[in-house]
């Protein structure tokens, strides 16, 4: 039976495609002190669903993920345009993601670009499947806004990315492609699309190793999810003044 990292490898040779990501698995925090102050950390934590199975993509399994994560502004019209390197830090340990944002105190918002998902469930018929998401970047907008404050750091919660059921023609239906025996492509499209959702019902059902791992172990209600991020978080990054930061939200939620 091949495994997973034989037959990414394999897609990724084949396909003359490459899954790029601007996420760092570490965190360099901006040096500035006025920084820290000034600007504010967002953390939040997303996973991928689909057939009532929640997939993920961590350090050592690249089952599912997003092509690319970009931070975008929207200006006064309306207008999206992408907000410069240098203006944010973007990073991720595990299922937890986070944004150190320069300047919070504007209209952002992330722009998810594709997701892309490899089945690794007909491996013993010898072929295996490739499934791309577009998506729509408003989406994000309107379900995820970033809403920064200055000097503070912000949980934005859980989000299911979720495959769910389309129509023939929607331009955000999925595009798939099976490999066989011999690695001859065959394409086609797909009426399913994704919706970001706050059903979070697959992973109450889920494993323990599962439910550690998307941060749930201690409970799913927003409290407790804040708590589980906020000790990852300082476990995970030594960044002195949002990890000092991190400790006191820890004791405001507590005394709650």
Known sequence: MMNKFLILSIFLLFSGCTIKTKITKGFQPFDSNEVQSKGSLILFRLYYQDRNKPWFSDENDVIAGFDEIRVMELKDDGTPVAV????????????????????????????????????????????????????????????????????????????????MDSTEGDPLNAVETKYYGLFIPVTSTVEKKISISNDHSVLKKSKPEIQKFMGIENGIDSKNLEKTALKQFISSFDTNDWSQKAEIRIRELDKE
Do not use: C
């Open 84 to 163: 410069p390197p240098e203006d944010y830090r973007l990073f991720r340990k595990q299922s937890l993601f986070g944004i150190e944002l320069k300047y919070p105190e504007r209209i952002y918002f992330l722009h998810f670009v594709n997701l892309s998902h490899i089945s690794s469930g007909f491996r013993s018929l010898g072929f295996f499947k490739f499934r791309k998401y577009p998506l729509d970047p408003s989406m994000s907008y309107s379900s995820i806004p970033i809403t920064g404050r200055s000097g503070e750091l912000i949980w934005l919660g859980l989000h299911n990315f979720k495959a």
